[in-house]
């Protein structure tokens, strides 16, 4: 009877990837149907549970959730830049580095700039 009053402020809605229309089921549907949430869950992949019509929290099976975490470890932005940060590390801590610094440190804005042109001109 409670699953059928329009006015339900919290309600479960089940996505199935089968279907295009979620099934709305009443918030005391999330408690005393948990089982089969989880076993939604397991069979399309997730479910969200909506608070006021408004999607609030998603229960994900194992399954989806190993292969969220790993797809986003794979594609993590930062990894890229950690590897190029401890190649340039690696440089750095080469014998006669500190030496290649200070004189770095040391030169004028004039002897940067014909470095660096000099440095495109060897890419290219």
Not at 77 to 90: G, M, N, Q, V
Not at 95 to 103: D, F, M, Q, T, V
Request: proline share 5%; hydrophobic share 40%.
């Amino acid at each position: 009877m409670l699953d059928n009053m329009p006015n339900m402020r919290q309600t479960v809605c089940m996505e199935s990837r089968k279907k295009q229309t979620p099934a709305n089921r009443a918030a005391s549907h999330v408690k005393s149907h948990w089982r089969d949430i989880v076993q939604e869950a397991n069979a399309n992949g997730e479910v969200v549970v909506t608070n006021y019509n408004r999607p609030e929290v998603v229960v994900v099976s194992m399954e989806r959730y190993a292969k969220l975490k790993n797809d986003a470890i794979a594609r993590d932005p930062l990894t890229a830049l950690r590897a190029e940060f401890d190649r340039e590390l690696a440089v750095l801590q080469q014998p006669g580095a500190s030496e290649k610094l200070r004189k770095i440190f040391a030169s004028t804005p004039a002897e940067i700039a014909d470095a660096a042109n000099a440095a495109r001109q060897r890419k290219r």
